[in-house]
């Protein structure tokens, strides 16, 4: 049964892209959240420089060593950018564009130079191939296990554990570091330590997706899972819905059509993205769209309210609480008057008697909680 | 190889060339996206053109180097806008939106690869040359082309190099002057585009981020307003490029593109440490001498305020002395005060023990030591 | 609608202006005019909506509902009679760029698409850094110079437009004595030549000795009118709720008020937490300074 399971190669591709989507969505929401997400598409480069390293000292072209020496990396290539950030000299953005080529160039030539003829060719790292994860298996327990399913579990298991343990520390750390500071939470290392993660899901990632489909399952989901909640601990769950439903709608599709599996759950992600922003519930653009109606036709009834109430023990009434005068001395346009009116009257708060408007008592005490607010009527 | 052997090799001819508009093009260009805080858009940028190289080889059928760059400039630019609208109509932040846009438009191009290759996994040949680029598959054609889009980024940055100089630092003011604020910064961040295009057959996707930022960085550190500014980074990109360009000619097997970057990045690096102003080199030279003259003064004016007390301008004082008050050794101070004239050595009388010399305050010094005790706002006489 | 001017006598004329932020309102129904030749300040607590209200006249911020005029023109054509002095902190001052360079930018506007600025638009701002005390920064590097002098460059950059209004944001907010008094000097010649001023000012100590009209504002408008008609306790205390520990004596006439020869009696210390005796040390160092 077990075997049968694992021996299901669509399950175990579409396992692996979700896994690679979680533990990359839960590092990711803090990158995010920091607003250093663009350190994942460093490290996701400047990997190759370890990797290479890696391989030259151990001829090792996968495995722990592997990931502990893209971990290493991934540490020195924030730690060189934190160093050129704090010269002064040189903006956060500028850091990293400056860091990462710098150790892809010199791994490039390393591997030019020293391993011009083996198989670890930069262009696979860059790129993985998912859809082979069930070629390279591991014996466990009698069945034979995607090496990937397991780094990629491992991942997932370590990160998740990670946030877990220091989620009080991290989360304060996020949204008020100097706060963090004072109270002794050393940010500076939970974060390097978040860093040393990342760089271990990179390299692990690389087999299933390669390293820039990575950098789309840290950021997107987590974007996308901002544009739909206030909430942290939503955000993970968000997150990891999204990367799964990727998962698997971009495995179908890839196919259906016959092209590149993790190109296209990447590409799932970016459609989940385009989802949240257009029709997130608070902070979708349709959403916000009709927020800032509505606010607009709330404040039209206001100043309506406010207009008719200053006029209405005045001679000048029979003037200005007429219908004409919306026109001309408010400004508005005929249709929008009319608009105006007719809401105003359905909300009973005038009424009409021709061309002339009069306040109802709700109205009347609308435009007074307007005037003089908190006063008692 | 000779020199003149190399230098007259047609496809060295060709990507120096290449190269060269390259770092000119990435330097002017980048400047404004540095000083924008816009950085990564060159990452971002050569990433989002993979679709739009796939794209240009369906059209072009084949390697047609004009319909690529169009495709690759085309995507570039949608990238481009689709970052400025996350940015603008959302609470996503700049970095978070690049990275959205450079990895979904990859993944895109990802996906039409292996279309256009018929598979399920990307496999070589295109995209290798694409990533790393390909410096040595450069053709005389292609030079003209990108020489084309070189001449037609410099002109729109000369054309509109006030309206970009303002945009650039100050949105708020451009827009009270009637400026079209969001066009501007719409054109600024898509004419990235341009040098990515140009950029990607000499050093591939990976490195065209640095390839934008580098020169600008370097040139920041030794320029005091923008044209220079951007003028150096231009230098700095053609010496970069050829450089590099050079340095694999000579050293056959290695990448052009890894060169090149590494070039810049040295010059980087040298700016960072030398540029007069800017530069550690400098700023640790000039923290010494700040540190020396403060020393000098402390101790000239130490001398002043014992003649003081003793009511005595000629009070003289023996080297221990004066070391002991300062705790530390003050000969190399007051050996430079000597020399300039402020202090003087003289032989104790002969009624006084000890044969050794003593320092003692010269005219100069005593009117040296008040003025400095003026400036501070102190006391003169004790 | 017709082109009729709205309000032309009026330097500024802000009527049902609402400008709302994700929902929660920043400003409400702002109705608020400024004759010219005025100098006007803008004072009200943190997030009152100051700023908001200048970006919002001039056109950088979008508003919800209501209109505004400059001399009976909307924004839009009144834009040449108008200068603006943004606040210092919108900027970042590692721009590779020189003081006279800052104050030739205000000259771009007029300038129009592809002509460059020459020698005598180089002279005119040579002139607008000696009105403010900086000819002899005109090359220096601005991330050299000081806060003071970062203000007083973006002031010319202002005065360069020779405008007939100038909108100020929080320009004394963070510099030194000597170049407030500088920048206070500068506006009220301007003002004596008949231009308009009008300023977000931080600071209420200070705004009856500056300023002869004044705008309280806290999303509402609470009060606006010639300074010693509005800065009242009672106004103060609708402001800022309990944010203001002892009003008493701040209300006094002070000696520099350009009116103060007329202040009412109304505002001195007659409100009915007058049985509390001030303190013996100043008590006008006992209001809260809105800090920027």
């Known amino acids: ?377 | 190889m000779s020199l003149l052997a190399l230098l007259s090799d047609y496809t060295l001819q060709n990507v120096a060339i290449g190269a060269a508009l390259l770092g000119l093009v990435s330097g002017v260009l980048g400047s404004f996206a540095v000083l924008r805080k816009q950085s990564l858009l060159g990452d971002t940028l050569s990433h989002a053109a993979l679709p739009g190289v796939c794209l240009g080889f369906i059209v072009g059928g084949g390697r047609h180097m004009g319909s690529i760059l169009a495709g690759a400039l085309i995507t570039g630019a949608l990238a481009a806008l689709v970052m400025l609208l996350l940015t603008r109509m959302s609470r996503l932040k700049t970095d978070a939106a690049l990275g959205i846009s450079l990895s979904v438009f990859f993944a895109v191009g990802v996906v039409l690869l292996t279309y256009l290759q018929g598979g399920n996994n990307a496999s070589q040949g295109g995209l290798d040359a694409f990533l790393f680029g390909q410096a040595a598959a450069t053709l005389r054609s292609d030079l003209w082309i990108m020489g084309g889009i070189s001449v037609f980024a410099l002109a729109l940055v000369a054309a509109l190099w006030k309206e970009f100089k303002l945009v650039s630092f100050d949105t708020q003011f451009a827009a009270t002057l009637g400026l079209p604020v969001a066009w501007l910064e719409a054109l600024m961040t898509v004419m990235i585009a341009l040098a990515v295009v140009v950029g990607l057959q000499m050093v591939g996707v990976v490195l065209m981020a640095a390839m934008i930022i580098a020169p600008a960085v370097a040139a920041r550190q030794w320029a005091h307003r923008l044209e220079s500014m951007v003028l150096l980074a231009a230098v700095f990109g053609i010496i970069g490029g050829v450089s590099g360009a050079m340095i694999s000619a000579l050293a056959r097997g290695l990448a052009t593109g890894p060169l090149i970057i590494l070039s810049l990045s040295s010059v980087v690096i040298v700016s960072l440490m030398f540029a007069p102003g800017r530069g550690f080199v400098w700023e640790i030279l000039k923290l010494k001498r700040d540190r020396r003259q403060l020393r000098y003064q402390q101790v000239l004016t130490t001398l002043y305020r014992l003649a003081s007390h003793h009511s005595d301008p000629g009070y003289r004082l023996d080297q221990g002395m004066v070391d002991a008050y300062h705790r530390t050794n003050t000969k190399r101070a007051l050996d430079r005060l000597m020399r300039r004239g402020l202090v003087t050595l003289t032989t104790p009388p002969s009624h006084e023990p000890g044969q050794r010399k003593q320092w003692v305050l010269t005219a100069e010094g005593y009117r040296e030591a008040e003025r400095i005790l003026d400036s501070l706002g102190q006391e003169a006489s004790a | ?292």
């Open chain 3, 1 to 292: 609608m017709s082109d009729t001017l709205h309000e032309p006598n009026l330097a500024l004329h802000v009527e049902d202006l609402t400008v709302s932020y994700h929902g929660k309102p920043v400003l409400w129904d702002i109705d608020f005019d400024v004759p010219p030749g005025v100098m006007a300040a803008i004072v009200g607590p943190n997030g009152a909506g100051k700023s908001t209200l200048i970006k919002s006249v001039l056109g950088l911020v979008p508003s919800v509902a209501g209109h505004v005029t400059l001399f009976g023109r909307p924004y839009r054509g009144a834009r040449r009679r108008v200068g603006y002095v943004p606040q210092r902190s919108s900027v970042d001052w590692d721009f590779p760029t020189t003081a006279l360079d800052v104050v030739t930018m205000g000259l771009y506007g007029r300038l129009g698409w592809l002509r460059r600025p020459g020698k005598r638009e180089r002279a005119e701002a040579m002139a607008a850094l000696v009105m403010v005390g900086m000819e002899a920064f005109a090359g220096r590097q601005i991330s050299q110079l000081s806060g003071g002098q970062q203000q007083r460059v973006f002031l010319a950059r202002a005065l360069v437009q020779k405008a007939d209004v100038y909108f100020l944001d929080e320009p004394m907010a963070g510099v030194d004595a000597t170049t407030e008094r500088a920048i206070v000097d500068i506006l009220r010649r301007l003002r004596d030549q008949g231009k308009t001023v009008i300023v977000v000012h931080h600071d209420l100590q200070t705004v009856r000795s500056y300023f002869d009209w004044m705008l309280i504002l806290n999303v509402r408008v609470i009060a606006q009118g010639p300074v010693n008609d509005v800065y009242t306790a009672d106004n103060l205390r609708r402001a800022y709720g309990g944010q203001i520990a002892l009003l008493d004596d701040v209300t006094a006439p002070h000696p520099e008020s350009p009116a103060a020869a007329t202040s009412e009696d109304k505002s001195v210390g007659k409100s009915a937490d007058d049985a509390r005796n001030p303190p013996a040390d100043s008590a006008l160092g006992n209001i809260a300074r809105e800090t920027p």
């Open chain 1, 1 to 377: 049964m077990i075997t049968a399971l694992f021996n299901d190669i669509e399950l175990m591709i579409m396992l692996v892209g979700a896994l690679v989507g979680i533990a990359s969505s839960l590092v990711g929401t803090f990158l995010v959240l920091r607003g250093t997400s663009m350190l994942s598409d460093a490290i996701g480069h400047s990997i190759v420089f370890g990797i290479v390293v890696v391989w030259l000292l151990t001829h090792q072209a996968s495995g722990p060593l592997q990931i502990i020496g893209a971990a290493l990396t991934g540490i020195l290539t924030v730690f060189l950018t934190e160093l050129l950030v704090s010269t002064q000299k040189v903006k956060k953005d500028a850091a990293i564009g400056l860091v990462f080529p710098v150790l892809f160039s010199l791994g490039v030539l390393l591997i030019n130079l020293y391993a011009s003829d083996v198989h670890i060719d930069a262009h696979t790292v860059l790129l993985g191939e998912i859809g082979f994860v069930w070629l390279d298996t591991l014996p466990l327990g009698g069945v034979e296990v995607p090496r990937s399913l397991l780094s990629m579990g491992a991942m997932t298991l370590l990160n998740g554990t990670f946030i877990a343990l220091f989620y009080k520390e991290l989360k304060l750390a996020t949204f008020d570091e100097a706060l963090a500071k004072a109270l002794g939470f050393a940010p500076g290392v939970l974060f390097y330590g978040l860093l040393l993660l990342t760089s271990g899901t990179a390299v692990a990632a690389f087999d299933a997706v390669g390293a820039v489909l990575f950098v789309a399952f840290v950021i997107v989901p987590p974007s996308a899972a901002y544009l739909l909640t206030d909430s942290l601990g939503r955000m993970f769950l968000y997150g990891a819905l999204i990367s799964i439903a990727s998962s698997v709608s971009g495995y179908h599709l890839a196919v259906l059509w016959d092209v590149s599996i993790g190109g296209m759950m990447a590409v799932m992600t970016g459609v989940f993205l385009a989802l949240a922003f257009l029709a997130g519930p608070r902070y979708g653009i349709a959403a916000q769209w009709l927020q800032r109606r509505r606010q607009r036709q709330l404040n039209e009834s206001r100043t309506l309210m406010v207009h008719l109430y200053n006029h209405e023990d005045g001679p000048e009434k029979a003037v200005e609480n007429v219908t004409q005068a919306l026109r001309e001395h408010l400004r508005w346009a005929p249709a929008r008057a009319k608009d105006v009116v007719e809401r105003s009257r359905q909300r009973q708060l005038i009424t009409q008697h021709g061309e002339r408007l009069q306040l109802t008592q709700a109205g009347r005490r609308l435009a007074q909680e307007i005037l003089e607010p908190g006063v008692s009527h």
